[in-house]
Each structure stands twice: as C-alpha cells, then as structure tokens.
C-alpha cells in the first residue's frame, strides 16, 4: 500500500508503529504495461542560468500550490519557445485523501493554480501550474492501470525574473546529465534530495543514496529504498540514476508490500506523455551546469550508504 508523501497531515502517523501495522493490510495493485516516447529537441537558445551557488530556484526547493501542499520540486524544463518550468508531483495539488493516488480518479486543483517557489535566500517566486498529469488523464478520460497509477508529474512556469535566478543543476550531486530511459533494475544504485519541512532545516538529511527494488508498472514506476526515506514534503524529489541521469521523482510512501520503500515515478514515461498531451510544445529536461559525483565533497560517505532492507526476491 502507498500513499502520496507530498503534505503533512500524516507526519506523526508515518513514525507509529500502530498505524504501520494498521495500513500495510490495505494493498495497491501494482499495474505492468506503458510505453515511453522520445522526447524532441529543443529549438530556443539556452538562456544564460545563475550561478549554482547563488542561484535562488534549483532542483529540490519547496513548492507551496494553492489549494493542495507543500513539496519539493525536482528538475528544470524548458520548451521550445524558451519558457522555463519547475517540475513538481501532480499529487502535490491534490485535494482528496492522502491515500488518493490514482491519477485518472483523485481530485486536484485545476491548471492554472498558482505556485509559490520558495526560493534560497528568502527569495520567492509564484507561477501558474500549466501542466497537471492527473487534470490532463481526467479530462482525456485516461483508461490504462499503469498510467493512471504512476503518471505523476506537473509544470510551474517560472516567471521571468526567477528564471535568471534559476540553476538547473541537483544540489549535491551534481547533474542531472540527460534523461534516463532504461529504467532502474533491481540492486541499480540512486540519488536523491528532498527538502522535507519535517526535518526542520537539517540539510544534512536532505542528500540520500538508495538502491532499486526493481521496477513496476510496465517501467512507469521504480520502487527504491533510501537511507532514510523520503517522507511527506519530499514528494517530486528529484532521483538521480548512477549516471547522474534524470531517473524520476519521488512519488510515494509505500507500506506494503515492502515497508518504508518509496515509490517513484519514471521521467521518460512522464515527460513522453506530456510531450504528447500539455500543448506546450517540445518539452525537455535541462542539464545540470555541473558534473554528477556519488560521493561530493562535504558529504561524509557513510550518511550515503544505502540500506540492506528486506530481500527484493525469495
């Protein structure tokens, strides 16, 4: 069973034993058919981005949407025409129940909601959510399991003065350095960092390394265990492959059936489907200025390691 880690009414449930035991008898199907799509060239000239230690947006900031929750953003995207998003977890403007997280059913804010992108130094910026996966699949009357169950992806426009102070490049590690499309095996190595309020400003809990469980729902999703895991406010985590590679975002908070795994939906599935539904031209994700290293200096190596966790298979 999962649930959306983006807000945090569940913030005390997640550390209770009790409501563990509680919810791991309530079960999500985990779906097994989709098919990824290229994703076309951009034809705008790159914009001159703000240098990557004093620029205010980046991956991993929080986002704040009107009428849904607070989470954190993952990578930076760009269309053909040179508009520049922020992508955040389509659930973060959910209005339902945390348990919600089928795409084609749940309830959502609309396109069009405003998004506060909290900024480094105090700075804050509010754009449109243009593209929704879940508003999108419900208005096309979306039908295929895997889609509806791990299509979790939306856009912010920045406006123009955060895109001159925006830097592309993941915090810590570095990247990303393209997008990842051959999914992520069971044993793979990943990277992540979340921005969770819960953890009160304690960036050293913020980078994290993981490995895969294996993938699921036909590659639409990947379920990964980390050091600690993402938790509610980290959802739309940016997940880096052992490449540096974008690999995708971080989606849920699972139960069962491997506890305290999270789910995290696949970039080149999302970003397809955008490309082929949002109506905002060719979108693409945008390199990082910086090289990708698994282990950045300042980091000690140790706060990386990846945990043993329950078997993956037997």
Known sequence: MGFRSGRTALAVALWTATTVTALVALAIALPSTATAQPTRSLQAPAPVWAPRESAAVHPGVRTVTQGGGSCTSNFVFRDGTGAVYLGQAAHCAGTG????????????????????????????????????????????????????????????????????????????????????????????????????????????????????????????????????????????????????????????????????????????????????????GDLSMVDGTAPFTSTPPGVDPQDLAPPAGPPVSG
């Open 97 to 280: 129940q945390e348990t919600e997280i089928n795409g084609c059913t749940s309830s959502t804010m609309p396109e069009g909601t405003l998004v506060t992108v909290q900024g480094d130094g105090g700075r804050s910026f509010t754009g449109p959510m243009v593209y929704s996966s879940w508003v999108n699949m419900q208005r096309r009357g979306e039908t295929d399991p895997d889609t509806c169950a791990y299509n979790d992806f939306a856009l912010v426009r920045l406006p123009a003065d955060a895109a001159g102070a925006t830097n592309p490049t993941v915090p810590f590690f570095g990247g990303p350095t393209g997008v990842s499309t051959g999914g992520l095996p069971a044993g793979a190595q990943t990277f992540t960092y979340g921005n969770s309020e819960l953890r009160g400003g304690a960036a050293t809990l913020s980078p994290k390394a993981g490995v895969s469980a294996g993938d699921v729902g036909g590659g639409w999703g990947h379920v990964v265990y980390t050091v600690s895991p993402g938790v509610p406010g980290d959802s739309g985590s940016a997940f880096l492959d052992s490449s540096g590679r974008g690999l995708g975002m971080l989606s849920t908070l699972n139960l069962a059936p491997l506890p305290v795994s999270n789910g995290v939906v696949d970039l080149a599935h999302v970003l397809a489907y955008a490309n082929t539904y949002a109506g905002l």
